[in-house]
């Protein structure tokens, strides 16, 4: 891949993650564009935050009781949420993406439930692929199950959430829930 080429590849994922600021460094080889990319593909298949696409749906929070998981059905009740979260002393979101039908995103139910307990200050939701269409295309994900961690107003991660992830998105959570 031509060097050009891969920086305009890179603009166009970048917004998501914030990945790519051109600087005054020396130019990538072909091997070091290309493991680049890899990376920064590999990164954005658990999408990024879809309140920057969708910038004026004003903001309308889901219901929430600390220690249960609520619903996300809109960028808008993301945004009311993660706006409340911040707000609050020591709270964040923590979404889990899933679908209708998925054996992985089903594995992980029982455990977010559990987390939701373990982290009071957390607000817990599921984002029902099939429900929530508009939001998860803004988000550009791309695999479920998958899981969007918010704190400070911001989006800190998006990572994996099966079964075999588990392990590295509680040790996450934790990082998030400790900020």
Same mark, same amino acid.
């Given at each position: ?19 790519? *600021? ?5 130019? &990538?080889?072909?091997? $070091?564009?290309? &493991? ?8 954005? /298949? ?23 998981? #609520?619903?996300?059905?809109?960028? #808008?009740? &993301?945004?009311?949420?993660?706006? !409340?979260?911040? !707000? ?27 987390? !939701?307990?373990?982290?009071? /200050? ?9 429900? !929530? ?20 107003? /911001?989006? $800190?991660?998006? *990572? ?20």
């Amino acid at each position: 891949m031509h060097l050009p080429l891969l920086w305009l590849a890179l603009l166009v994922v970048a917004p998501c993650r914030a990945l790519l *600021v051109p600087c005054a460094r020396p130019p &990538l080889t072909s091997r $070091q564009a290309t &493991l680049t990319w890899r990376i920064i593909m590999s990164e954005a /298949k658990f999408g990024c935050d879809p309140r920057i696409a969708t910038p004026t749906e004003p903001a309308s929070p889901p219901p929430w009781t600390p220690g249960e998981v #609520g619903s996300v059905h809109t960028t #808008g009740e &993301l945004r009311g949420a993660v706006e !409340a979260a911040a !707000a609050d002393s020591g709270g964040f979101v923590a979404l889990k993406f899933w679908r209708v039908g998925c054996k992985a995103c089903a594995a992980t139910v029982e455990r977010f439930a559990s987390s !939701a307990k373990e982290y009071p /200050k957390g607000r817990f939701y599921l984002v029902n692929y099939g429900e !929530a269409k508009e939001m998860c295309r803004a988000s550009g994900l791309k695999i479920v199950p998958a899981a969007h961690l918010y704190s400070s107003g /911001k989006l $800190q991660d998006a *990572v994996a959430l099966g079964p075999s992830s588990w392990d590295a998105f509680a040790a996450r959570l934790k990082e998030v829930a400790d900020a």
